[in-house]
């Protein structure tokens, strides 16, 4: 199953989408390009080659503090080696009910709501705005 679709099913996302949300308008999440554009999750500008300076630049800085929290995950993960079988834990059912192919298109149908939430998204306006600050 895809990462985004996991996101959009766990219990995080309805809090991070609910009313109160998990997190205040001054704070956010940062995630890669698949995850969907939102006021409290931040996602780096789609580069189609007419980025300007400022894009490009908080670009970077969003992809240099996900590496900072990938190699945490990786230290944790040497240090507490059962972390390594974590996804173990999970319902495996879940993962079967589509065949690979569906999966694919479901991806893709994410992809194409990710195109029109990132239009039509206050995150939009907060990730613009935060790129004004560098």
């Not at 996991?6 to 205040?24: A, E």
């Amino acid at each position: 199953m895809h990462d985004v679709r996991v996101f959009r099913n766990s219990p995080g996302y309805q809090r991070l989408t609910g009313n109160p949300p998990l997190l205040p308008p001054n704070q956010h999440l940062i995630g890669d390009a698949a995850y969907p554009l939102m006021v409290n999750l931040i996602k780096p500008y789609r580069d189609n080659g007419h980025l300007n300076d400022r894009q490009r630049c908080l670009n970077q800085r969003l992809s240099s503090q996900r590496a900072a929290i990938e190699m945490a995950f990786g230290l944790l993960k040497g240090k507490w080696r059962r972390l390594k079988y974590l996804d173990m834990l999970l319902d495996e059912k879940d993962d079967n009910e589509m065949g690979p192919d569906e999966n694919d298109k479901q991806v893709e149908n994410d992809d194409a709501v990710n195109d029109i939430d990132e239009r039509n998204s206050g995150g939009a306006l907060k990730r613009d705005y935060l790129a004004t600050l560098i």
